[in-house]
């Protein structure tokens, strides 16, 4: 186990040994348990061990810690730990420095949802963190992540947000891309998804009894009706996009095989962003590499392919090559 993974179980482990003037904790004892705080907490018997426990004794008796009011009793040839203050836990203290740091970087990773509804908070309580804990000046942004602050239908977001929280059946008119007319549907909203720097909205249709992919810039109304919300029992979302990429999902239906070949010049690239997690290599010489995947055949794989170009050839199977096909004699009749 990595010594900083779980260090404030390890710290608040200690801080019950340190407290507890029932009983003298030697080193061993410290130890113990804080392997046994772990192995409740993650499941796993792999611990720590003596250096661990005198670097976090270390960190709770500094300044960047909780400067804990430790004391060293000498109990023969053995030392056992106990605070000099029989009231003093670190649960009582202020969130120290390292705490509101590691707050302020979880909360600078929650801005990405910055300009969207239901999240104008983070940056309220952002400031409050700064200005509590004197972290003012250290507002450089170091991690750019990728969002359309101008999407359509973004204000529907926190909407459905609440919707799927508090389990509100909703009535939904949307227009698909393809879609002359809107349609009105009723929806038992599940799962929010992003992909593509688009939203989508996952949820039970009842038309027709199945889960439904509605893009958030499609929809134009949302109503919250009265009726008996849906609970889904049946799709593990975690799952549900593992044969797939994007968001076109095909239901009860099995992965193909897929075959492509790969440029050189493009592997490198592809080597280092796997175009799915199912990616293995077949075969390999110096001009190219081919590569087998397992997943569903979609739009969005569809173009992620089409956009490599010259640089990959698809070999099997036929449906996907012939329709890479007529993509790129399309493409080429628009330049004759």
Not at 31 to 51: K, P, Q, V
Not at 116 to 137: C, D, H, T, V
Not at 237 to 250: A, C, S
Request: hydrophobic fraction near 35%.
């Amino acid at each position: 186990m990595a010594t900083n993974k779980h260090a404030t179980i390890r710290y608040h482990s200690l801080d019950r040994c340190f407290s507890n003037n029932q009983r003298k904790y030697y080193i061993d004892d410290l130890i113990h348990a804080c392997n046994d705080a772990l192995f409740e907490y993650t499941g796993t018997s792999d611990g720590i061990g003596r250096r661990q426990v005198f670097d976090d004794i270390k960190f709770m008796e500094s300044e960047q810690g909780w400067s804990v009011p430790l004391e060293r009793l000498k109990d023969g040839k053995k030392v056992y730990y106990r605070y000099s203050d029989r009231s003093y836990s670190i649960k009582k203290q202020a969130v120290n420095e390292l705490e509101a740091n590691q707050l302020k970087e979880t909360l600078s990773i929650l801005t990405r949802f910055k300009g969207m509804p239901q999240f104008e908070w983070i940056e309220e309580l952002l400031i409050r963190i700064e200005s509590a804990f004197n972290l003012k000046g250290k507002n450089n942004v170091i991690v750019g992540f990728e969002q359309n602050p101008y999407l359509k239908g973004l204000h529907h977001f926190a909407e459905l947000f609440n919707a799927i929280q508090y389990e509100k059946v909703l009535e939904i008119t949307y227009q698909g891309y393809k879609q002359v007319k809107p349609v009105i549907m009723t929806l038992h909203p599940y799962y929010l998804k992003q992909y593509n720097n688009r939203w989508f909205l996952f949820g039970l249709n009842e038309s027709f009894n199945t889960i439904s992919n509605l893009a958030l810039d499609r929809i134009s109304v949302v109503r919250d009706i009265s009726g008996k919300y849906i609970r889904n029992t049946t799709v593990n979302f975690d799952e549900y996009f593992e044969d797939v990429i994007g968001v076109t999902v095909k239901a009860d239906e099995k992965p193909d095989k897929i075959t492509l070949e790969v440029s050189k010049s493009l592997w490198s690239y592809i080597e280092s962003k796997p175009i799915h997690g199912s990616q293995k290599v077949i075969s390999k010489n110096e001009e190219k590499v081919v590569i087998e995947l397992l997943l569903q055949i979609n739009y969005e794989f569809t173009t992620m392919i089409f956009a490599f170009g010259e640089d990959i050839k698809v070999i099997e199977p036929a449906e996907l090559k012939n329709s890479i096909k007529l993509k790129a004699e399309g493409v080429f009749r628009n330049y004759l």
